[in-house]
């Protein structure tokens, strides 16, 4: 019966090892992604376009929004892969809870640059609105952490720049996540 119990507990040992295998402590209650370790982003962006949409209100699912490129914090005239992808991934999320979604990368009306994406400023939006018809814009910034990028992401009303709904995520910085963004990173 010993010999049964000591087995147990060797594979309960083994088991909670490997599980811990994949985070790495710094020393404090955080923990940071090991670089064998990789993030699901695509699974915490649909959670956190969950969340999105159930703090939104005022939102017509008849009516089309504009997804533009997140941003830095930093720098809001810049964007990256990583900028650019998360847009992608929320407006996907969006589309698929039944949201009508513009493609602007389809659009002449909207300049869009190669290496920064659809940069939409805030001068831009009413133009943009009544030009597309859009009754919101999906925006986004992301900011550097030392082992996080910390995402917000808000859909804002065009007609008068009302943020309908907001939310915020942060993502691990693995080696996926790091290739995409800027090499200050």
């Known amino acids: 019966m010993k010999s049964i119990q000591c087995l147990l507990l060797r594979v309960a040992l083994a088991s909670v090892m490997a599980l811990g295998a994949g985070c790495a402590s710094n020393g404090s209650d955080s923990y940071s992604v090991t670089s064998n370790a990789t993030v699901d ?17 005022e939102l017509d699912p ?3 929004i504009v997804a ?15 900028g650019r992808t998360l847009s992608e991934m929320f407006a996907s999320s969006l589309s698929r809870a039944g949201l009508m979604l513009i493609e602007v990368k389809m659009r002449n009306s909207l300049f ?9 400023l805030s001068r831009d939006i009413r ?20 082992s996080m ?28 996540t790091r290739a995409m963004l800027p090499n200050r990173w």
């Open 41 to 57: 982003i695509l699974a915490l962006v649909r959670e956190t376009a969950a969340d999105l949409l159930a703090d939104t209100r």
């Open 62 to 64: 008849t009516k089309p």
């Open 68 to 82: 533009a490129s997140f941003v830095s914090i930093d720098d809001l005239s810049e964007s990256s892969t990583f």
């Open 112 to 120: 869009i640059e190669e290496q920064t994406g659809e940069l939409i």
């Open 127 to 146: 133009r943009l609105s009544a030009s597309h018809n859009a009754q919101a814009i999906l925006l986004g910034t992301y900011g550097q952490g030392q």
């Open 149 to 176: 990028a910390y995402v917000n992401v808000r859909l804002v009303r065009t007609r008068d720049n009302v943020v309908l709904g907001a939310s915020s995520v942060q993502i691990p910085l693995d080696r996926n």
